[in-house]
């Protein structure tokens, strides 16, 4: 089993940045993928962006250029830049190791306009 926890969620005003932090804990592989979805009540949760062991990143079309996404050890995190009200969410961390998902509970993000 992997545990996640995620941290830096709250508010912040159009044009702001956040951090979001995820520390993962129990069975982590090498090898494995992280990254950071998102989900709006009553919609499907949404690919935010992954890293791959080799860091090799790949980010949704609606984030590019203002979000980043970096991994240190057993860490992920998304720096998350010019936000828009539209970025608001919960945002929960991943990590995907052979066939497994594994999810944290989430930080809500929320931007004002």
């Known amino acids: 089993q992997v545990q996640l926890v995620e941290s830096g969620g709250g508010l912040a005003q159009a044009g702001g940045s956040l951090t979001l932090s995820c520390a993962a804990s129990g069975s982590v592989l090498n090898g494995n993928i992280m990254g950071w979805y998102r989900q709006i009540p009553g919609k499907q949760r949404e690919l935010v962006a992954v890293v791959s062991s080799g860091s090799v990143t790949d980010y949704a079309r609606s984030v590019k250029g203002r979000f980043t996404i970096s991994r240190d050890k057993n860490m992920v995190f998304l720096q998350m830049n010019s936000l828009k009200p539209e970025d608001t969410a919960v945002y929960y961390c991943?990590?995907?190791?052979?066939?497994?998902?594994?999810w944290g509970k989430g930080t809500p993000v929320t931007v004002s306009s």
């Open positions: 991943n990590v995907k190791q052979y066939a497994t998902d594994y």
